[in-house]
């Protein structure tokens, strides 16, 4: 793939795609973003509009119900949506990087079959049951069990802040759990868990302070038991294999954070233009013009950042610093945008029913899920060399 650095330089059937999604998220988003948001209610409809469109199996082969495109793909419509209602694109995001991708990259032939078509058409989600409780950022602080019994596998423990995991259509929860030791160290494996399934709570929703209108639930597991065949790769390798789906989804959350930034940009421009004071429109102070163009360039530089990881990627070269070096800088422009979109939107920056509130409020998990940001540094620091 080409290292692209502006959209008006991508392929048509990028192009097509980013006008599509643009289009989708304005028309059918943005009107219903507020209500979501206030009533802390999932957009089920706004969810079956994205599976009609084919954007759950955007990054996928056609032979498992996917649309045949890539992973660059997804990041394109993720950065569209994330303009106008972030719920919406963490979403998309969850459901194809955390739900359906360790199926696709680690699944066998039959484990495809069974969960690929349901995933990448949008009928069903998927979840990614890493982080626990007392683990946050240190995901190989596992406790969570699973032991052979009668060809079963039986897990104990719990799961926190895991998306797409409590929803009507919510089918599977793809989970790390301790199998055992392995030369003195934990054995981590990756375990796929239907649901429902006898022993696994749902526990009630998260009082989130953004995001509200994505479903995050923590799971507990009591003497669940599935099939031994539900292993997920290699036993032991389920830990390495959820870093690689970190790797990925750094990016895909890059784009987001990307739209984010692009969408506070947006607003306050357009609000800039309407809004006088002193006698004139506040785009003809020259701190509010001034303020505007960091944004854009924040937004210009997260875009560059996440296109250049996503072409790595593509092109099967390494891109673990590349993808922390996106999601750290995306997510900053995020949070520094909708903090300046805020503050030139004055009082009505602070009322709910604007985007850039809801903005403000989402963007702060931006720097905090999928590695916080002290996390990407460190990553960042050992790719050097450090």
């Known amino acids: 793939m080409t290292h692209f650095i502006a959209t008006e330089t991508l392929p048509d059937e990028y192009q097509q795609l980013v ?91 039959a484990q495809k079959r069974e969960w690929l078509p349901q995933l990448t058409s949008g009928r069903a989600l998927g979840a990614f049951g ?15 069990t699973a032991r052979l019994d009668d060809g079963h596998w039986v897990i104990n423990g719990s ?21 055992g030791e392995l030369d003195g160290k934990k054995e981590i494996s990756s375990i796929l868990v239907p649901v429902p399934t006898p022993g696994l709570t749902v526990e009630p929703a998260y009082d989130k302070v953004g995001w509200r209108a994505s479903d995050t639930h923590p799971l507990t597991f009591t003497d669940v038991r599935v099939p031994e065949r ?43 233009r309407q809004r006088e004071a002193f006698g004139r429109p506040i785009a003809r102070h020259q701190h509010i013009e001034f303020t505007i163009a960091r944004m854009e360039a924040r937004a210009h530089t997260a875009r560059t950042a996440y296109y250049d990881a996503a072409a790595l990627m593509l092109a099967g070269k390494p891109f673990k610093k590349q993808a922390a070096i996106a999601k750290l800088v995306a997510s900053e422009a995020a949070m520094d945008n909708a903090r300046d979109a805020t503050q030139i939107h004055g009082g009505y920056g602070f009322v709910n029913e604007f985007p850039v509130a809801r903005h403000y409020r989402d963007s702060k998990i931006l720097e905090i899920g999928e590695g916080t940001s002290e996390v990407q540094l460190m990553l960042i620091a050992r790719e050097v060399g450090l």
Request: aromatic share 8%.
């Open 130 to 144: 890493l982080t626990e409780p007392g683990g946050g950022s240190d995901a190989g602080a596992t406790r969570t």
């Open 230 to 272: 539900n292993l997920l790769g290699e036993r032991g390798r389920g830990y390495a294999n959820f870093l690689r789906i970190l790797d990925e989804g750094r990016i895909a959350i890059a784009a987001l954070s990307t739209g984010a930034a692009q969408g506070c940009v947006d607003e306050s421009v357009k609000y800039a």
């Open 19 to 109: 006008k599509t999604v643009r289009d989708f998220a304005h028309s059918v988003v943005a009107p219903v973003a507020a209500r979501h948001d206030a009533e802390h209610s999932f957009p089920y409809e706004v969810v079956a509009g994205m599976a009609e469109m084919g954007l759950f199996g955007l990054p996928f082969p056609e032979e498992w119900g996917g649309m045949g495109g890539d992973y660059f793909a997804l990041c394109l419509a993720l950065e569209e949506l994330g303009k106008v209602d972030q719920s919406v694109a963490i979403t998309l995001e969850a459901g194809v990087s955390l739900g359906a991708m360790p199926v696709y990259r680690f699944g066998t032939e």
């Open 159 to 179: 799961k926190q802040f895991i998306t797409n995991s409590g929803t009507d259509i919510t089918k599977l929860v793809t989970i790390t759990a301790v199998t």
